[in-house]
């Protein structure tokens, strides 16, 4: 197994720690590679998005640990994306994915709350609720079906190398309060928007972050999910999707296990020759 990681954030964002040991850590634990993925700009105020004028000084920032590091790591610098309803990726600045190694496609937002504001499907429950009764007045289904619709929307028009958590959604869905996520509707719609990934040609990344930070037992995808996954030979890559040096490799070795046993028999990794599906 290659000790990897490309789904990791800094303080550029959301990150506890900067940039330097956040490398410092993945060489203390023997990993041949990271990938620094800070939450990419939005067209509106977060606490968790990069901020436009910071973008320049993160790219020059991976950059020369790139050079600093380069005989005891590889480092690559990448960014995770939002793709926002209606907008797509029409609010990334022009020429910033030609900078970055990779980024990561990920869907956080699903919609507009009557005061205006957007909301995250993952922030908290009565979030996700709240969220659910202003943009699609209640219709917990049509919320659900939306978020995989534009995530399908997202690998059909930008075939990007990594889907995010793609199960995203579930995750402040405790004991199925909002939703149940064996019912056939979902796995339909699941299922619907893995055959467009599939069509992308985009890998799917098995994701520990919300194990690391306490909210689900579960890593993205969830196990059944993993299996479809599996049925339709998409391919996959293992993160932690770290906020903290110490997080940088949490569960990855049980998530190695895991997709051994579900039948896959590699996984996508950034080398410094680019993309490879390596043997796990
Ligand atoms: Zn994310
Ligand atoms: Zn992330």
Same mark, same amino acid.
């Given at each position: 197994m290659r000790l990897t990681n490309?789904? %990791?954030?800094? %303080?550029?964002?959301?990150?506890?720690?900067?940039?330097?040991?956040?490398?410092?850590?993945?060489?203390?634990?023997n990993f041949k590679s990271i990938?620094?993925?800070?939450?990419?700009? +939005?067209? /509106?105020?977060?606490?968790?998005?990069?901020? @436009?004028? @910071?973008?320049?000084?993160?790219?020059? =920032?991976?950059?020369?640990?790139?050079?600093?590091?380069?005989?005891?790591i590889d480092v690559f610098l990448g960014m995770e994306l939002d793709y926002i309803p209606e907008i797509g990726f029409g609010h990334i600045l022009e020429g910033l994915t030609d900078k970055l190694d990779y980024y990561i496609g990920s869907v956080h937002f699903l919609g507009t709350m009557k005061n205006g504001t957007m909301w995250t499907v993952d922030y908290s429950s009565d979030e996700l609720v709240a969220g659910i009764d202003?943009?699609?007045?209640?219709?917990?289904?049509?919320?659900?079906?939306?978020?995989?619709? *534009?995530?399908?929307?997202?690998? =059909?028009?930008? @075939?990007?190398?990594?889907?995010?958590?793609?199960? *995203?959604?579930k995750?402040?869905?405790?004991?199925?309060?909002? /939703?149940?996520?064996?019912?056939d509707w979902y796995i339909n719609a699941v299922e619907k928007?893995?055959?467009?990934?599939?069509?992308?040609?985009?890998?799917? =990344?098995?994701n520990t972050g919300a194990i690391a930070r306490g909210y689900t037992k579960e890593q993205y995808p969830s196990t059944h999910i993993l299996r479809t996954v599996k049925e339709k030979g998409i391919p996959i890559t293992i993160?932690?999707?770290?906020?903290?040096?110490?997080?940088?490799?949490?569960?990855?070795?049980?998530?190695? +296990?895991?997709?051994?046993?579900?039948? /896959?028999?590699? +996984? @996508?990794?950034?080398?410094s020759n680019g993309?490879?599906?390596e043997e796990i």
């Open positions: 490309l789904h %990791t954030h800094t %303080t550029y964002c959301d990150g506890s720690c900067g940039v330097e040991v956040m490398i410092q850590s993945a060489i203390k634990k990938g620094i993925s800070s939450h990419g700009p +939005v067209p /509106f105020d977060t606490s968790w998005n990069i901020d @436009r004028g @910071r973008i320049e000084n993160y790219i020059e =920032e991976v950059s020369a640990m790139k050079v600093k590091y380069k005989n005891e202003d943009s699609f007045n209640g219709n917990v289904r049509s919320a659900v079906e939306s978020y995989y619709g *534009l995530i399908s929307e997202m690998a =059909e028009r930008y @075939r990007p190398t990594v889907i995010g958590h793609v199960d *995203l959604i995750k402040t869905n405790k004991n199925n309060a909002i /939703f149940n996520e064996h019912e928007c893995l055959d467009s990934i599939k069509s992308s040609g985009s890998a799917i =990344e098995i993160n932690s999707d770290a906020h903290t040096a110490e997080g940088i490799d949490c569960k990855l070795a049980e998530m190695y +296990v895991l997709a051994i046993s579900t039948g /896959f028999k590699s +996984v @996508r990794c950034l080398g993309w490879v599906d």
